[in-house]
């Protein structure tokens, strides 16, 4: 099974602009209230949703910034009906919801909504300041009555990293349907004050997630650590996928550039990964073209400049030395050294029984990329993808042909 080399996007982020009401400690992004640079053009949405279901993109993904403060966003809900194949997906931080945006989100062909909150009270105001907590909380309270389909995203810390139960708790009786915890990354504001986990903490959260407390049953909870922990089995969240298997997304920035991600996380680059514009080109001749990418980093290395495990004083300099040739469009001075291919995992992480079943349940939830021996399977309402070998797909052909592929 070859996820090292790409046919085309399984996964498309949109960063729509870089203006944010917030102006947090560790936004990979660097956005905040005094942003006046470029925003995504919304005239550009219609052909960028067209390419992605010719295409057969999984997931869009559209964020910030806070997309909210964007003037796109509305029209960007209405367009979303034309999307046949692709499931688009909200980023926001909650705090604004007025009447026109709830209305637009109730009647868009949006699969989920993906709210920022960093955990209970004390610890979510000290992160983005008093008062912000109660203020999301009634945000996604808003979101749920007009899409049910709600999963909250926690940065975690140094400071935060086994507090984050207290508000799965609090977010089951919600009814959000996902919990996502990311580790802050040596990205964007956080570069200038990096207090990241250490090892001993990534394995303290993973330890807990697996273990999460059985009266818990009607949320999911997920730890993004696939870096420092490789994923066990090939069904997993599809961010999750795109973060080892690189090849598989691109980022549209508020410009129009067009980014691969081999050598970047938040949104700092270590190499210079533009593969066009789309003031030139459209998405479609940019994504069918053949591109050199970036060489990735090794697994050890991409950790170590990540999350500072492993790191020391010299690598975190190359690091910031790299990024900061990149910005001024200059080469950067310390090459990557490409490793060996990463095999997929050999558990499925489900039975096929199970699948069957759901996909017979079901079949328009999902959607189906056939590649070269291996088959991809996208569940629309989680965002799971499930990578089946040649003979495991082969034993539900009669199911995949009813999926929308």
Request: net charge negative.
């Given at each position: 099974m070859d996820l090292d080399h790409a046919t085309s996007p399984a996964r498309i982020v949109l960063d729509t602009t870089r203006r944010c009401q917030l102006e947090c400690w560790y936004c990979h992004s660097s956005s905040g209230p005094d942003y006046r640079g470029p925003t995504l053009d919304p005239g550009l949405i219609p052909e960028i949703f067209d390419t992605a279901d010719r295409l057969r993109v999984f997931d869009i993904g559209v964020t910030g910034g806070e997309p909210t403060m964007w003037p796109g966003l509305l029209p960007l809900l209405e367009h979303s009906r034309r999307l046949q194949f692709a499931a688009l997906h909200l980023i926001t931080n909650g705090l604004s919801t007025p009447p026109n945006v709830l209305a637009a989100i109730e009647s868009a062909n949006l699969s989920r909504i993906c709210v920022s909150l960093d955990g209970v009270a004390d610890v979510h105001d000290r992160n983005r300041g008093a008062g912000m907590f109660e203020q999301t909380?009634?945000?996604?309270?808003?979101?749920?009555?007009?899409?049910?389909?709600?999963?909250?995203?926690?940065v975690i810390d140094g400071t935060n990293h086994m507090r984050w139960l207290e508000l799965t708790e609090?977010?089951?009786?919600?009814?959000?349907?996902q919990h996502h915890l990311t580790p802050v990354c040596f990205a964007g504001h956080a570069m200038g004050d990096y207090h990241g986990l250490s090892a001993d903490q990534f394995a303290e959260v993973h330890s807990a997630v697996l273990h999460k407390p059985n009266q818990l049953p009607g949320i999911t909870v997920r730890f993004n650590d696939t870096l420092v922990y490789p994923p066990a089995a090939r069904t997993m969240a599809i961010h999750q996928f795109t973060e080892i298997w690189k090849g598989w997304m691109?980022?549209?920035?508020?410009?129009?550039?067009?980014?691969?991600?081999?050598?970047a996380w938040g949104?700092?680059?270590?190499?210079?990964?533009?593969?066009?514009n789309l003031s030139d080109l459209q998405l479609s001749e940019i994504l069918t073209s053949r591109a050199r990418?970036?060489?990735?980093?090794?697994?050890?290395?991409e950790v170590a400049r990540k999350f500072h495990?492993?790191?020391?004083?010299?690598?975190?300099?190359?690091?910031?030395?790299?990024?900061?040739?990149?910005?001024?469009?200059?080469?950067?001075?310390?090459p990557a050294i490409t490793g060996r291919a990463i095999p997929a995992p050999q558990p499925l992480g489900t039975t096929l029984d199970d699948l069957t079943r759901a996909l017979r349940s079901t079949p328009d939830r999902y959607r189906l990329r056939r590649e070269d021996g291996f088959t991809m399977v996208f569940d629309t309402v989680s965002h799971?993808?499930?990578?089946?070998?040649?003979?495991?797909?082969?034993?539900l052909d009669a199911e995949l042909r009813a999926v929308p592929a």
């Open positions: 909380m009634r945000g996604i309270r808003e979101l749920r009555r007009v899409n049910d389909n709600v999963t909250v995203i926690s609090q977010l089951a009786e919600l009814g959000v349907a691109r980022i549209v920035r508020p410009d129009g550039d067009v980014r691969t991600v081999m050598r949104r700092s680059w270590r190499a210079d990964e533009t593969t066009g990418t970036a060489a990735p980093f090794t697994r050890p290395e495990l492993g790191a020391d004083a010299p690598m975190i300099l190359a690091d910031l030395d790299d990024i900061c040739a990149v910005e001024k469009r200059d080469r950067p001075l310390h799971d993808l499930v990578l089946l070998e040649a003979h495991e797909a082969a034993t």
